[in-house]
């Protein structure tokens, strides 16, 4: 299922040089943090700062709500690591796979 293409939904520049764009990856759909269990993609709400203790381990955040200046986004700048900030989290499933792409255009993510 195509969920759609994004434009400027990444939090902010530097996040975009993450390793974790253009892949495939599995995700999770987590409330907390005790919901991580080892994927590497994690769906939550908001860029809650309890989720930093993951960041050795996910590649991808996506989130529905945040700011370039949360304290989760700027841990994930100096980790490496990509957020992605989205609308209609609730379009995925509890668990799964996607894939993440880069163009000009934006940031196509497809749910396997």
């Not at 993609?41 to 955040?61: A, N």
């Not at 957020?83 to 996607?98: C, D, E, P, V």
Request: with cysteine; net charge neutral.
């Amino acid at each position: 299922m195509k969920l759609s293409s994004w434009r400027n939904m990444l939090i902010a520049k530097a996040l975009v040089e993450g390793q974790a764009l253009d892949g495939t990856f599995t995700y999770s759909k987590i409330n907390e943090v005790s919901d991580y269990h080892g994927e590497q993609c994690i769906v939550v709400k908001t860029l809650d700062p309890d989720y930093s203790l993951l960041l050795g381990d996910v590649q991808v955040i996506m989130s529905e709500n945040g700011s370039a200046l949360s304290h989760l986004a700027i841990l994930a700048m100096e980790y490496g690591k990509t957020i992605i900030l989205i609308n209609g989290t609730t379009a995925f499933k509890r668990k799964g796979r996607l894939k993440i792409s880069r163009s000009s255009e934006g940031i196509s993510i497809e749910t396997e």
